[in-house]
Each structure stands twice: as C-alpha cells, then as structure tokens.
C-alpha cells in the first residue's frame, strides 16, 4: 500500500476516534448540564434557547467533521493542504472547501 494512503487510512480512523469519544462526552457533558442545571439553581431554562444551541453546535461538529475528513481522503499530510496552508486557519477551511467542491 502506498504510503500517502496508508497515511490517509490512519487519519480517517483518528478522526473517526476523536469524532465517536470527544463528541459524544461533550454532549453528554450538555445533557447533563441541562437536566440539572434547572434543579441546582430552582430556574427553568429557555426551551427554544436550548434546542438552537444544540442544532448549532451538532451542525458545527457534523460540518467540522465532514470538511475534515474530505480533506484526508484527497491525501492532506500533518494537517496541512497542498499549498502548505496550515491546518485550522480560517484560510485553511476555504481552501479545504475549495478543493471538495
């Protein structure tokens, strides 16, 4: 197998690793906080406040996710594109839209 897939291979399972655990504990971590934040402090929480929180942040994880995985399969190496732009930067996510489109 060629090196740059067997790279790819091991990004997209660290990615799926981080996506499974880091994920799932934050939104554990929220439903927590939501079920006894409102017992703890005797005040009700605002419905609608707390269903757009939630669809935001599981949008922003799912599209955070999804951007970096499509740039691990077209072979980025340590975090970076083709270009040498670095990884996380605001160019970073434009370039990385750019080349899954």
Known sequence: M????????????????????SMGAVFALFAAWYLWAPKIIGKPYNELLAQIHFWVFFIGVIASIYITYKSTAFGT???????????????WHWETLKYTS
């Open 2 to 21: 060629r090196e740059s897939a067997c790279m790819s291979i091991r990004a997209i399972t660290r990615l799926h690793f981080h996506y499974v655990l």
């Open 77 to 91: 190496r340590a975090g970076r594109l083709p270009g040498g732009v670095p990884y996380g930067t605001l160019a």
